[in-house]
């Protein structure tokens, strides 16, 4: 049997306004802008898709499975300005049939920079999933599955028993991401990787008629799943919910692709769907992947290029957190969460240089003109920041 494992990432950043030099407002983000992004993506994708993923459940009798990790920025965003996108998850909450991963609350990279802000936002964000619905997290992904060994540590000494990352070819060599896996020197943590041929025919070919599969059918996909029996027990397929509606329009046919779906994969009686905390029940680890360096999801290199590429980058994410101390102990509320949203890795992913095809993917929802201009941007926002850590406002 080859188990179906879903993973959506739910996320928007709060971006910023432009911001001049000589500005001295404390109204870092542009809320006009903030607005009218999540309301039409909120009307392309999350409300007919979280509405096609009920009816899935429902006419599956609750044995299609999904998992989400929804960032805290979103979660607020959904709150001010679309509250029945929220309402919308709570519905898929309560068929008990959708599980909600942990993250950073802030979609941060702040395990590279400070373990006690990494930690705290990750209780933050835990906290956030049980009030809203009703579960504490068991899994964890960290900011754009960025993991490392030190990573997996660290979950598992905060109580988590399994964490999400790429299946990149370098580091999985010969082995295959359709297992579950254990990080080293982690006695119970266990690591699910994604399968990115799979997920990447969805999220990024679906819609391509240059490519030699198209058009994807659910027969076609579900024979592919099929083929994983004999190798390997999960077919991982993680990617941006934004996929539906938004990356893949509705007139691709991406929605009735999704619909048929799961009958198809489990029309045979040979394969199923699981959440991933049931995929890790179920299945045991065939063996350890060691992963010393940091990978995530992001572009061809499936490493920390995306955000920490250039000097700019680097420079933004090292002032940011080394207002940390000045920030805490301001014991400003207003102020701590300002900070907080400008750690969103968003920010640094705007100031990428790269180019050719990574590039068309870092231009997407990119406020901005150039990686120039979003480095300044954020820049003199941060002096901003500054001062009012010194003048306690």
């Not at 041929?197 to 990024?204: C, G, N, Q, V, Y």
């Not at 769907?273 to 890790?280: G, H, I, K, Y």
């Amino acid at each position: 049997m080859a188990s179906v494992v879903f993973y959506f990432q739910v996320h928007q950043p709060f971006r910023l306004r432009r911001y001049s030099v000589f500005d001295s407002s404390h109204a870092y983000f542009d809320d006009v802008n903030n607005e009218a992004v999540l309301r039409k993506v909120a009307h392309k994708c999350y409300l007919p898709t979280n509405q096609l993923m009920l009816d899935c459940i429902r006419q599956h009798e609750g044995r299609f499975r999904i998992s989400y990790s929804v960032t805290g920025t979103i979660i607020e965003q959904f709150q001010q300005w679309a509250p029945e996108v929220l309402d919308s998850f709570k519905a898929l909450a309560e068929t008990g049939c959708v599980e909600f991963i942990a993250e950073t609350y802030f979609h941060s990279l702040s395990f590279i920079y400070d373990r006690d802000c990494f930690i705290r936002q990750t209780q933050l964000h835990c906290d956030l999933m049980e009030k809203l619905f009703g579960r504490r997290p068991t899994v964890f992904r960290n900011t754009e599955l960025t993991y490392n060994n030190d990573v997996a540590k660290t979950v598992e000494d905060m109580g988590f028993k399994a964490i999400l990352t790429e299946g990149a070819d370098h580091v999985l060599g010969y082995r295959s991401p359709n297992f579950v896996y254990n990080p080293p020197n982690c006695g119970n943590l266990k690591l699910m990787m994604k399968n990115y041929r799979l997920s990447d025919d969805i999220a990024f070919r679906f819609g391509n008629r240059a490519w030699a599969e198209w058009p994807l059918n659910t027969e076609k996909f579900a024979g592919w799943v099929d083929q994983i029996n004999g190798n390997g027990y999960t077919c991982n397929l993680f990617m941006d919910y934004e996929t539906f509606g938004e990356h893949q329009w509705a007139d691709t046919g991406i929605f009735e692709f999704m619909r048929a779906l799961p009958g198809a994969i489990m029309a045979n009686g040979k394969n199923d769907f699981l959440t991933v905390s049931e995929a890790v029940e179920r299945y045991q680890p065939v063996g350890e992947v060691d992963i010393p360096h940091m990978i995530s999801w992001a572009d061809t290199e499936r490493d920390l290029s995306a955000w920490l590429g250039n000097s700019m980058q680097s420079n933004a994410l090292h002032d940011v957190y080394a207002l940390n101390n000045e920030v805490l102990t301001s014991g400003n509320e207003q102020l701590i969460h300002d900070w907080r949203k400008l750690q969103t890795s968003d920010h640094f992913y705007y100031m990428c240089t790269k180019y050719f095809a990574d590039g068309d993917v870092h231009k997407y929802f990119n406020p901005y003109e150039s990686p120039y201009d979003a480095y300044i941007n954020y820049m003199n926002i941060l002096d901003n920041v500054r001062t009012r850590c010194g003048n306690g406002e």
